[in-house]
């Protein structure tokens, strides 16, 4: 090793008299952004007594990026080699890292000669401005001119810091995984593992590690950060990072672990991380997020269908495809080793011993160190409650630590209710900046004067301060573990039911959120707060059903917060927006819903056939939802009853709409999807052979793609592309009328003939099957190359839409050939070119041929393509091809210097024909004789 220190940090070069009020100000500007450490000042960094000499050349050597403050009389107070300005800069320029002259309001960058030969590579480098009087815009460039230059900088702010444990604090503050007060031990196979998907060869991965509260999914993240090293910016993801700013440590060369837990309820972050990431160019260090869930339910298939990059999502369903590390075996915990770290920690003498529990062998990790504690804290404190759960007899301690606090705070009335409803509120809304409104809410604080509640608000920051919540941000004063707080919240508010009821009427729908996963969380354990649970949504039901359900795709187990929805609509009334809501917002085939959309759907239905004139397509609709629901809920009769009571209303539709075609082809389609749930109906009575009939009829029903399209098995670029203008338009049009249904109707028909015994009517059936695969999969491939090659026409990837109609997995599996296909249109779009040029020289009129220019379009959109000039008569003219409309002709737009610069108007679309046909009719236009019927386009 040679010894040399890493650069790391920022150097501001001033001269005193003549820049260190702006020079101090622009510190106090880098430092809450890089770290005091990292920004080098020499008034502020420099102790006292210091060796001025040796500070100043230890801070070079450590700096990646020196700021040059220059004011008036800086070139004029330039001295000899000995003056400490000229040394730093010489010193910089030399190490040959990035050197930014920062020119103070009206100065002017000094000219070269006026410069020592040492420091003349100063005049060469781009100036910024730090101006009086718009200080605030030029300070904000120069921190994102030191982001740009030095990405690494700021690496370590864009991950969670590390917390310390205070002098201070509750018991539960030692279980905490960020603490690391026991040694990790065990999981050795999961870090084995864990350290193979990082390592791997992909630019961008994802990982998933699952498991229940207190199974230890946070304190293994932790640990696989500290063994990945230095070389890793690894971390839980902060809460400010911006997700840009993670994807520029790529380019730089600076591979990212980043940990984003409870990401069952982080969607919003975790997309935004994951676009920024897969939209890196070429070559960039490796980017790894590992995501920290209870489960892996149906919060995962929505936050994929979400995602508005496809590489993105790709990335999701790949987990899917891969599996994931879920963590539900016993953990190797030494409870008398925790215990004695834990009487170290606190300064207590160590338990004689520590029985373990009898099933210790299947206990989580949480609940084995809550009983190391509790052997520590029960030997100095006191006996716990004589309870089996360890997580309820800390629970027990914990509350003596509040009482004991409080009265060091001096609380007045620090009552039993008080205490418990300040924490549990904290617990269930989070510490928001105005904690005081959600305190004065509570009924045990109602009628207390402000200024007391105050006091009791920075009580419960002090006990508890900032830490992650359940819903993934920075959060202050949340009693944790996750347990541990959903296990005081259930006590307190089933004693104390008006917190999570009136209590809650004003509060954010953040804040509503949180609460509901709070209970959503425990409810399983505790059954008694489903009614609680009802009660948070009653005050705002249109809105907190619909948020409910959101909150309940997060969790393992949402069939509670179903339960408390289905409360809303007992006794009368309840069917108005709310149940239509409810009824667009659920997945019916989610057995969990399954209750609540059958009650919902039926008040609806209800309502509907009360009205006198009951909406028929909505009637199908609802009704067709009410069937899958009890289908999937173990009801197949009434499911059955249902979706008859569907098919009876598109069919009196389809009888009024025959002279409509094309609304009688939309029903046609309907009523084919509801035959193939009444066929599942069936199924499910055990009547095989009235559901083979129900299919039988649905296939009848369903479009059909275009069968006569060609189709290749070994070219794996479509041999369609000479025809791509006239054929994308076709492809996308196809795909959004047409879908995907009938190939998987005739898969699940052959399968029930088979399952029938009827294998020789099974036999045809597949080979149809065959050809409307091929088919539908020929479909799929023009539509996906139709976008492929559209994609070049917008401004940037995020402007992109997503290919229409399609399953993700066939944009997935395209995604590898997209590259040949998009070469294969570029030699097919040379060639044409190369074609018309030839017409062209034989009709005199050619200029040129640019075999790759831009031709730029409305809203920013462009295309990329071959252009053929033509030097007519009437002026130089422009010939191409666009993807969408075809071949082309307008003014050629030239430069100062001659060079191409678009396509002026008006331009003209022309009809396909061979290459002396198409150069014909372009001079046709050029000439001001265009044939009738020709597209004007500009």
């Not at 350290?195 to 207190?214: C, F, S």
């Not at 009898?358 to 609940?367: G, H, K, N, S, W």
């Not at 008080?418 to 510490?431: F, H, I, Q």
Request: proline residues 9%; hydrophobic residues 45%.
């Amino acid at each position: 090793m040679s010894g040399t220190p890493i650069r790391q940090g920022v150097f501001i070069s001033f001269r005193t008299g003549d820049g260190n009020a702006q020079a101090a100000h622009l510190d106090e500007i880098l430092t809450p952004v890089f770290g005091a450490d990292r920004i080098f000042r020499s008034s502020r960094s420099i102790p006292p007594g210091a060796a001025f000499p040796g500070e100043l050349d230890d801070a070079l050597a450590r700096s990646c990026v020196t700021l040059v403050l220059i004011g008036e009389t800086w070139t004029r107070r330039l001295g000899g080699p000995d003056d400490w300005v000229r040394r730093e800069v010489a010193t910089s320029l030399a190490a040959g890292i990035p050197v930014v002259p920062v020119l103070l309001d009206k100065t002017t960058m000094p000219p070269a000669e006026q410069l020592a030969s040492d420091v003349r590579g100063l005049a060469e480098r781009q100036a910024l401005h730090l101006r009086t009087k718009v200080i605030a815009a030029d300070l904000a460039a120069l921190v994102a001119a030191v982001h740009e230059i030095a990405p690494g900088l700021a690496a370590r702010h864009l991950t969670a810091p590390a917390r310390i444990l205070p002098d201070r604090y509750a018991p539960s503050a030692l279980l905490l995984a960020e603490h690391r007060i026991v040694d990790f031990a065990g999981r050795e196979p999961e870090l084995a593992r864990l350290a193979d998907w990082r390592d791997g060869p992909e630019p961008v991965a994802v990982a998933l590690i699952t498991g229940p509260a207190g199974q230890g999914k946070s304190r293994l993240a932790v640990e696989f950060c500290d063994r990945s090293g230095s070389g890793w910016v690894a971390g839980l993801l902060s809460p400010d990072a911006p997700s840009t700013e993670i994807a520029r440590l790529g380019p730089a060369g600076i591979p990212a672990l980043i940990v984003i837990d409870y990401a069952e309820t982080a969607e919003t972050p975790t997309l935004a991380l994951l676009t920024a990431l897969v939209a890196r160019p070429a070559g960039a260090a490796p980017a790894r997020v590992l995501l920290l869930a209870r489960g892996d339910g149906f919060w995962l298939d929505r936050m994929t269908a979400a995602a508005t990059d496809e590489r993105a999502a790709l990335l999701l369903m790949d987990l899917r495809a891969t599996g994931h590390l879920n963590l539900t075996g016993p953990a190797p915990i030494d409870v008398g080793a925790a215990a004695r770290a834990f009487a170290t920690r606190l300064g207590r003498p160590a338990p004689a011993a520590v029985p373990e529990p009898d099933d210790a062998t299947i206990r989580p990790p949480l609940e084995l160190l809550t009983t190391a504690l509790d052997a520590v804290l029960r030997d100095t404190a006191g006996p716990s409650l004589p309870s089996r759960d360890p997580v309820i007899r800390l629970l027990h301690h914990e509350r003596r630590h509040w009482r004991t606090s409080a009265d060091a705070f001096e609380l007045p009335d620090p009552n039993w209710l008080r205490l418990n409803a300040a924490v549990a509120a904290a617990t269930l809304y989070g510490g928001r900046p105005d904690a005081e409104t959600t305190l004065a809410a509570l009924p045990a604080f109602r009628q207390e004067q402000q200024q007391i509640v105050q006091r009791w608000a920075r009580w419960l920051r002090h006990l508890y301060p900032p830490g992650a919540d359940p819903a993934g941000h920075d959060a202050p004063h949340a009693l944790r573990p996750d347990r541990l707080g959903e296990e005081h919240v259930t006590q307190t508010v089933l004693d104390q039911p008006e917190i999570a009821g009136p209590a809650s009427a004003a509060l954010p729908e953040a804040s509503i959120a949180r609460a509901l996963l709070v209970l959503g969380r425990a409810a399983p354990r505790h059954p008694d707060l489903v009614g609680v649970l009802t009660g948070l949504i009653t005050p705002d039901p249109g809105n907190r059903a619909i948020l409910a359900v959101g909150v309940a795709f997060g969790l393992d187990d949402p069939a509670p917060i179903a339960q408390a929805i289905n409360g809303l609509f007992d006794g009368t009334g309840g069917h108005g927006p709310v149940a239509h809501r409810l009824i667009d917002a659920i997945p019916a085939e989610l057995p969990a819903f399954a209750p609540l959309l059958a009650t919902v759907t039926a008040r609806v239905l209800e309502a509907e056939h009360s009205s006198g004139r009951p909406d028929l397509l909505t009637v199908a609709r609802v009704a067709q939802q009410r069937a899958i629901a009890l289908t999937a809920g173990g009801d197949p009769a009434e499911a059955l009853r249902s979706i008859r009571m569907a098919q009876a209303a598109l069919t009196a539709l389809r009888q009024t709409s025959a002279a409509d075609p094309a609304t009688a082809t939309l029903l046609d389609r309907l009523l084919g999807q509801a035959l193939a749930v009444d066929a599942d109906c069936l199924h499910a009575l055990g009547l095989p052979e009235d559901a083979i009939d129900a299919l039988t009829a649905a296939v009848a029903h369903a479009p059909s793609p275009d069968e006569s399209i060609p189709t290749t098995d070994t070219d794996p670029v479509p041999a369609w592309l000479d025809h791509v203008p006239e054929r994308a338009a076709q492809a996308i049009s196809r795909a959004r009328r047409h879908g995907t249904e009938l190939p998987g109707l005739l898969r699940l028909l052959a399968h029930r003939l088979t399952e029938a015994g009827r294998t020789d009517e099974a036999e045809p059936v597949l080979r149809r099957w065959a050809v409307a695969a091929r088919a539908e999969a020929r479909l799929v491939e023009e539509t996906l190359t139709a976008w492929a090659l559209d994609r070049s026409r917008y401004p940037s990837e995020k402007d992109v839409p997503p290919p229409p109609g399609l399953p993700p997995a066939a944009v997935r599996d395209f995604l590898p050939r997209m590259g040949a296909v998009i070469a294969a249109d570029i030699r097919v779009r040379n060639d044409e070119a190369t074609a018309v040029a030839d017409a062209a020289t034989r009709a005199g009129v050619l200029r040129g041929l640019l075999p790759d220019a831009v031709i730029p379009g409305e809203h920013g959109a462009r295309t990329h393509t071959p252009v053929v000039t033509l030097a007519t008569p009437h002026g130089l003219w422009a010939l191409y091809r666009e993807t969408r409309l075809g071949w082309q002709v307008g003014p050629l737009r030239l430069d100062a210097y001659g060079d191409f610069q678009g396509v002026g108007s008006p331009r003209w679309m022309l009809p396909d024909g061979t290459p002396d046909a198409l150069i014909t009719a372009a001079l046709s236009v050029i000439g001001g004789a265009p044939p009738p019927n020709w597209g004007r386009l500009a």
